[in-house]
């Protein structure tokens, strides 16, 4: 079946405005994640959704950035008034329920000009 | 805290060579979940193998193998006769029960296979 998608699959901003980012889970999966991977600085984690709820915000690094899921399926990840330190690969994975394996997107490249 | 350490940052290996990528994790837990994921070039993260606490045998898959030891918190992944596709950053992930299931990665390994 399909996998997690993402989109878009590359995002050039400028420095101050807002962009929204696209996950698709795989169909069936209840909980869904978003992860940041930047250079330097690994692979980390951001939001974990089960269902349309949010258990686990912690990693968000500001309230610059949000999230949500509709439906138990797509998710949408908001930056606002991106900073150049937003440039990154923001990956989104799904999992039949939270103690499941994580299967990952292609990921959506922001960069922030 | 929970926390996974890939010591090996880059390995360069000649292709048909055994390749084994270290990887030492920490947790106070006793149900968690282990994991190595593959990032070729492309940049997907694919999933290879995931291993939970209460199971300590080592598993085989075709030139892939996995080697998870409790007393020293290891969870060892070995090639057997690299291929240059097998050329990516291998990363090693942990799971705890106490953590809402997000994964803890280590920095992540580089292998080059060179024909």
């Known amino acids: 079946g399909a996998g997690v998608s993402q989109s878009p699959s590359n995002k050039v901003t400028e420095k101050g405005k807002d962009v929204e980012l696209r996950c698709d889970p795989i169909s069936g999966h209840t909980a869904l994640y978003w992860y940041r991977q930047s250079l330097g600085q690994g692979l980390e984690f951001l939001i974990y959704f089960q269902g349309n709820s949010a258990p686990d915000k912690s990693g968000l690094p500001s309230d610059r950035f949000s999230a949500e899921r509709t439906g138990g399926s797509v998710s949408t990840l908001t930056i606002q008034r991106t900073q150049q330190e937003d440039s990154a690969v923001y990956l989104c994975?799904?999992?039949?329920?939270?103690?499941?394996?994580?299967?990952f997107g292609p990921g959506t490249r922001l960069t922030v000009l | 805290a929970q926390k996974v350490t890939q010591a090996q940052t880059e390995i360069s290996v000649v292709e048909k060579e055994d390749v084994t990528l270290d990887c030492v994790y920490e947790?106070?837990?006793?149900?968690?979940?282990l994991f190595w994921y593959k990032q070729p070039p492309s940049g997907e993260l694919v999933f290879l193998i995931r291993?939970?606490?209460?199971d300590e045998q080592n598993e085989i898959s075709g030139r892939y193998s996995w080697n998870f030891q409790k007393s020293t918190s290891s969870f060892n992944f070995t090639i057997t006769a690299s291929q240059v596709v097998d050329s990516a950053v291998y990363f090693c992930a942990l799971i705890t029960a106490g953590n809402n299931r997000k994964l803890i990665w280590g920095l992540g390994t580089s292998l080059a296979v060179n024909p």
């Open positions: 291993r939970n606490s209460f």
């Open positions: 994975a799904s999992s039949l329920d939270n103690s499941d394996t994580q299967y």
């Open positions: 947790t106070r837990d006793t149900t968690y979940y």
